[in-house]
């Protein structure tokens, strides 16, 4: 949403952003940089912690420099700092052009070619945007987000079966301010939050033991999240327990071939992890091939690969109110769009930075270049990836209806896969038998397994919009020194047919 200035933290607005721009923008061009951008933040993370309704730890760290990356003599160079001074501010210009300067020798005596060259982006003087929140948490007193957490916690606790109870809450407001040489200087301000609660029940007789927790999702809001209407958390907590219980009692599952219903509760981690890193463009390139990994979708099967069945459309998109990863320019001053990743289930398109934009032919970075930190150089990330619902689709009970031996997995729990994204295993939350259209209680140690083509070329059925929950995570990891970046997923409710599911305890020889 654009904000008004008077929306961005004053405190922020009282750095002398401009002046420090532009002593560095000078000092880069009078070094003959070809591009120069300088990038000021401050990131403010909190964290609250609780175990059994009592406070377990407590954090809150802010992370205020700026960096300063040029194009020279064909070569990328990047510097960081703290001291808010001018004459700092163009030293730290220097050294990016002295290490371009090294970069551009390393380069030619390896004999590796490819000079460094941007894709085209318009300017944008002058622009604020401020994230989807009401209520700053950083505003609200600690005593007041503990004591809602350890309420929670005591809810949980005083339900017949719960052992133990954990909760947490993140909060980070991230506040950034963008310049360059060729006239964009955008400043910008998000705040998003991760509360989660856990319940343990233990089997004393037996020792058997199990967990569950909430599945409200991390979002970029602000306190009235937890408070006024923004989730139903009083509904969730009044039925843990209950859930838990049953799962306790619930027996294992017959390994085999079963029909699926994914809650996007679940179907959001499958997104993220077989669609989010394989379609980001530095991965198939094999960028990342020495930490984070390939991808299957190189970029010679673009607009070939059948990645899933006809009703597949996934969407890259910055833009997607209370996402993750929305912003409203990125860290490289491209403006947030919304754009097709799979059509009709085939591949059309890649996540994008402006570097990877121009080396690849396409005419325009997608905004999906950002760095965790001043001190971290701007690394193509992930944006909020997305299924679209089928625009009259149905609910999920009548996703349910239409499968006569199936499984609903509700909740994402553990994951695992392969490098280049393409063999894949997850578990959930809780799973429930799904028999003649009917639930049938639920189900312990469902894993679902399969390749990413295989899975995706399966589903047969979308809910509707009224299904559709835009869910995510706070620590996707990428690059090398590592970074940590937040995104989101939406997806409606899916079916999927013959799925390979295993019985994880038995597979551990339990």
Same mark, same amino acid.
């Given at each position: ?9 004053e405190?922020?607005?009282?750095l ?5 721009? *532009? ?14 951008d ?6 403010r ?15 809150d760290?802010?992370?205020l ?19 808010l ?20 020798k ?19 003087? *002058?622009?604020t945007?401020?994230s ?5 948490p ?9 004591g ?6 005591a ?20 506040n ?5 040489t060729a006239g964009t ?5 998000r705040v ?10 233990v ?32 509904g ?47 991965r ?26 006809p009703?597949m ?17 990125? *860290?490289?001053?491209v403006a ?7 059509r ?25 270049a ?13 944006a909020?990836?997305?299924?679209r ?28 896969i392969?490098?280049?994204?393409y ?62 970046a ?25």
């Amino acid at each position: 949403m654009p904000a008004a200035p008077h929306d961005l933290d004053e405190t922020f607005l009282a750095l002398p952003l401009h002046a420090l721009a *532009d002593a560095a923008l000078a000092r880069a061009r009078a070094l003959g940089a070809e591009h120069a951008d300088f990038r000021l933040e401050r990131v403010r993370s909190a964290s609250w912690r609780l175990r059994d309704a009592r406070t377990s730890g407590t954090s809150d760290t802010t992370d205020l420099g700026y960096a300063v990356r040029v194009v020279h003599g064909g070569a990328w160079g990047f510097a960081s700092g703290v001291d808010l001074t001018m004459d700092a501010a163009a030293r730290v210009a220097g050294q990016a052009v002295a290490m371009a300067r090294l970069s551009a020798k390393v380069i030619e005596a390896a004999g590796s070619g490819g000079r460094v060259e941007l894709a085209a982006e318009p300017a944008y003087p *002058d622009r604020t945007w401020v994230s989807a929140y009401e209520i700053d948490p950083f505003a609200v007193p600690d005593a007041e987000k503990s004591g809602l957490l350890a309420e929670w916690s005591a809810r949980l606790l005083a339900a017949p079966g719960v052992a133990h109870a954990d909760a947490s809450l993140l909060a980070v407001q991230e506040n950034k301010f963008y310049a360059d040489t060729a006239g964009t200087s955008t400043t910008q301000q998000r705040v998003r939050l991760h509360p989660q609660l856990t319940a343990v029940a233990v089997d004393p007789a037996g020792g058997d033991f199990e967990s569950m927790r909430t599945l409200a999702p991390p979002v970029g809001r602000g306190w009235e999240y937890l408070t006024d209407g923004g989730y139903d958390w009083d509904g969730e907590l009044a039925r843990l327990p209950e859930h838990l219980a049953e799962k306790m009692r619930a027996p294992g599952v017959e390994p085999g071939m079963y029909d699926l219903v994914v809650d996007p509760s679940n179907l959001w981690l499958t997104i993220h992890e077989s669609i989010g890193h394989a379609t980001e463009l530095d991965r198939a390139l094999g960028y990342e091939a020495a930490y984070a990994g390939t991808s299957f979708a190189t970029l010679d099967q673009l607009g070939k690969l059948a990645y899933g069945s006809p009703i597949m459309h996934v969407t890259g998109d910055r833009t997607a109110e209370h996402g993750l990863a929305t912003i409203g320019y990125d *860290d490289e001053g491209v403006a947030a769009q919304s754009w097709d990743l799979v059509r009709e289930g085939t591949l059309v398109g890649y996540q994008l930075d402006r570097r990877m934009a121009r080396l690849t032919g396409f005419p325009r970075s997608n905004g999906c270049a950002y760095a965790d930190s001043p001190g971290h150089v701007p690394v193509q990330r992930m944006a909020n990836v997305s299924l679209r619902p089928a625009p009259d689709g149905p609910a999920t009970e009548e996703l349910i209806a239409g499968v006569e031996r199936g499984i609903y997995v509700v909740g994402d729990r553990s994951w695992s896969i392969d490098m280049q994204r393409y063999n894949f295993q997850f578990t959930q939350q809780r799973a429930y038998a799904i028999r003649n259209g009917r639930l049938a209680g639920q189900l312990r140690d469902v894993a679902y397994q399969a390749t990413t083509t295989d899975f995706w070329g399966s589903m047969t059925a979308l809910g509707g919009p009224q299904t559709y929950v835009l869910g995510g995570a706070f620590n996707c990891g990428k690059a090398q020194p590592g970074q940590v970046a937040a995104v989101s997923h939406g997806c409606p409710s899916a079916v999927f047919e013959g799925v390979n599911i295993l019985n994880t305890a038995r597979e551990a020889g339990r």
